[in-house]
Nanobody
Framework: VQLQASGGGLVQAGDSLGLSCAAS????????MGWFRQAPGKERDFVAA????????YYQDSIKGRFTISRDNAKNTVYLQMNSLIPEDTAVYYC????????????????WGQGTLVTVSS
């Protein structure tokens, strides 16, 4: 499955932004999906993940209550809605897919999108 992340941009602190991850080549309906982010000079960190059906979701503690992961398997797309953005959210955001259950570990994912840059100004 090929993944294409989009929706990044430059926003101000407190703003909202929605990211999309569109899949092609194969249905996403059997894949758990995750969002990760990598800030400049830092390692890639887990942000959120969801099970194949969307019934289970997991979030990094620092974004709980601000970010929401969702998916529309009919559209073969996964979303990350980000509200109340803060400068510390600035990073390249990646979507990723894996078979079976969701994981918070990037090494468990074997399909990755190219990343979309989110910059939050103060």
């Amino acid at each position: 499955v090929q993944l294409q992340a989009s929706g990044g941009g430059l926003v101000q602190a407190g703003d909202s932004l929605g990211l999309s991850c569109a899949a092609s080549g194969r249905s996403l309906s059997t894949y758990a999906m995750g969002w990760f982010r990598q800030a400049p000079g830092k390692e890639r960190d887990f942000v959120a993940a969801t099970s194949a059906t969307g019934g289970l979701t997991y979030y990094q503690d620092s974004i709980k209550g601000r970010f929401t992961i969702s998916r529309d398997n009919a559209k073969n797309t996964v979303y990350l809605q980000m509200n109340s953005l803060i400068p510390e959210d600035t990073a390249v955001y990646y979507c990723a897919a894996k078979k079976f259950g969701p994981s918070v570990r990037s090494g468990d994912y074997n399909q990755w999108g190219q990343g979309t840059l989110v910059t939050v100004s103060s």
